[in-house]
């Protein structure tokens, strides 16, 4: 049966928040001071869920998402929101969640900075079954998809033309861009496929073909790899390594680093998650060395060919697992962690604890795990600033670069 509920806030995942028989529930596709109708589900043990199928009072916030697939795709979830709604919702779960789990006052975050709206993303991973699409969302099924609304342009012209192709034995197809107009086709494979055969169709349409048999990537056609630039300097991205996705985000997010590092050029640098090197590279100029340390071979191969691409001789990267013993590094003013979304183990805590640095500047794409660490670092360090940053426009997720200074 449906019920009616009025909304009250919003959660994390921007899911609105009511209230049924002393029960909280969390209302997909709802804003805060709407009225809508919905289901109740009990998805878990006493965890209730509905999703808004009519919308009694609309909030002035409300948007018509521009994605046709919206309603079913797993990929944004806060579509229907204006954007400058969905930066205010962002802004305030950063100022919530560190405020709960660090104790961290409101007026420490920054207003979020925005980017592109849509468009914006430099990569999509399109599964493939039956059809081609994105997973639906809270599910593993497929919703077939001809266009996405976040990806560049050069991305859904490459869609729109392999969608009819036969793709026998690929399970999955990542397209990449550029803003220099590089672009890449990636077919993970599950068994052997008609290489000719993709070769032939794609050669018109992008400038390389990389194939990953068992996990390892070979070139069909094209250099193997592509450029992108941001500010003055240039990175190679291949296949399997990262790259943030929003390039536009990527060039705000590493001026707000450079920034809150305030370096000389008489400081060293510790880049720890460095993936490519491109942090590293990017505050390279107005430091007197940079170490980056990462884990992946791939990416730290990358890394040597971008410090030679850019021509700096102050930036060296080194294969090593944070999380394990890593060398005395002495003498470092500043150390840039950039973690996966799980934040910093204990050991890679008591490593950047032991280096010992004047400065942190902490980037995070998850301020919940941010907000753990900097409960612990804040016992050395003081939170000088947190400014949000919309790398993923349309989603509830936001990147964090925070600025703590030795006490
Ligand atoms: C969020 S990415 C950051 C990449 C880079 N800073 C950038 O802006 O492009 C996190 C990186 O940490 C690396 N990584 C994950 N666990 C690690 C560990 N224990 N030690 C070193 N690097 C690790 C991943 O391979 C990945 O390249």
């Not at 990017?282 to 191969?301: K, P, T």
């Not at 030679?308 to 013993?325: C, F, G, P, T, Y």
């Not at 008591?350 to 670092?377: G, M, W």
Request: hydrophobic share 35%; net charge neutral.
């Amino acid at each position: 049966m449906k019920e009616e509920f009025k909304i009250y806030r919003l959660d994390n995942f921007g899911r609105g928040v009511s209230y049924y028989n002393g029960k909280v529930i969390f209302i997909e596709n709802a804003i805060d001071d709407e009225n809508v109708e919905g289901q109740i589900k009990e998805v878990k043990k006493n965890i209730f869920e509905a999703k808004a199928s009519r919308i009694i009072d609309k909030s002035i916030h409300r948007v018509e998402p521009r994605c046709p697939y919206y309603k079913e795709c797993g990929g944004c979830n806060v579509m229907h929101m204006s954007y400058q709604k969905q930066l205010a919702f962002k802004q305030e779960k950063v100022k919530y969640l560190l405020k709960k789990f660090a104790d961290i006052e409101e007026d420490k975050v920054m207003p979020i900075i925005a980017t592109k709206q849509f468009g914006y993303r430099n990569k999509i991973t399109l599964k493939v079954r039956e059809k081609i699409g994105f997973y639906r969302k809270k599910s593993y099924d497929i919703v077939p998809v001809l266009s996405c609304q976040v990806a560049d342009p050069k991305i859904n012209d490459i869609l729109k033309d392999i969608y009819s192709l036969n793709f026998q034995n690929v399970e999955e197809i990542t397209i990449k861009a550029t803003t220099l107009g590089e672009t890449m086709v990636i077919l993970k494979t599950i068994d052997e496929i008609d290489e000719e055969y993709f070769a032939n169709k794609l050669q018109y349409i992008t400038d390389n073909l990389i194939v990953i048999e068992d996990g390892v990537p070979h070139t069909v056609f094209g250099k193997g790899f592509i450029k992108e630039v941001v500010g003055k300097y240039y990175y190679r991205i291949s296949s399997l390594s990262f790259f943030q996705v929003n390039t536009d985000g990527a060039q705000k997010l590493y001026d707000k680093i450079k920034e809150y590092g305030s370096l000389q050029t008489n400081e060293k640098v510790l880049d720890l998650y460095c993936g490519t090197g491109t942090i590293g590279i990017y505050l390279s100029d107005s430091a007197e060395s940079v170490v980056g340390l990462e884990i992946n071979g791939d990416a730290v191969a990358d890394a040597q060919e971008n410090i030679m691409l850019n021509r700096v001789i102050n930036v060296k990267v080194e294969q090593k697992d944070v999380s394990k013993v890593i060398d005395d590094y002495e003498n470092i003013e500043l150390v840039v962690v950039d973690p996966p979304r799980s934040g910093l183990s204990k050991k890679a805590m008591d490593n950047v604890l032991k280096v010992n640095p004047n400065r942190i500047v902490y980037v995070s794409c998850d301020p919940a795990t941010l907000s753990r660490d900097i409960n612990i670092l804040k016992e050395n360090y003081e939170v000088k600033e947190v400014t949000p940053i919309d790398m993923f426009p349309n989603t509830y997720h936001v990147e964090c670069v925070c600025l703590l200074m030795k006490k």
